[in-house]
Nanobody, 126 residues
Framework: QVQVVESGGGLVEAGGSLTLSCTVAGLRFGDYTMGWFRQAPGKEREGVSCIKWSGGSTDYADSVKGRFTVSRDNTLNTLYLQMDSLKPEDTAMYYC???????????????????WGQGTQVTVSS
């Protein structure tokens, strides 16, 4: 059984930074593209970023480009999301997802992932 656990969320002032982590167990972590998603109250879940299994390629939503950085450590089965210059509109529950065994040069769709964590809340105050 695949287990996905996010951590690192919290309350931060606008302009601040947070680093989210996601640990995965139950599969060969280094074989899969990983993704970060977020969902704000009353809104649909949206893609934030993704990273190829090797870590050599990444993609970002336009809303976070230049502010967020995704990375992974395949020796620790851990995915990261460094979030800088946070804005109130970044407030959301952030989710980690795995299970995509391919990379086409851009982030897979939400429905392509088959294993999800429970999420970690990020709140940015103005």
């Amino acid at each position: 059984q695949v287990q996905v656990v996010e951590s690192g969320g919290g309350l931060v002032e606008a302009g601040g930074s947070l680093t989210l982590s996601c640990t995965v167990a139950g599969l060969r972590f280094g074989d899969y593209t990983m993704g970060w998603f977020r969902q704000a109250p009353g809104k649909e879940r949206e893609g934030v970023s993704c990273i190829k299994w090797s870590g050599g390629s990444t993609d970002y939503a336009d809303s976070v480009k230049g502010r967020f950085t995704v990375s992974r450590d395949n020796t620790l089965n851990t995915l990261y999301l460094q979030m800088d210059s946070l804005k109130p509109e970044d407030t959301a529950m952030y989710y980690c997802a795995t299970g995509v065994p391919w990379w086409n040069g851009y982030c897979p769709a939400l429905g392509d992932y088959n294993s999800w964590g429970q999420g970690t809340q990020v709140t940015v105050s103005s």
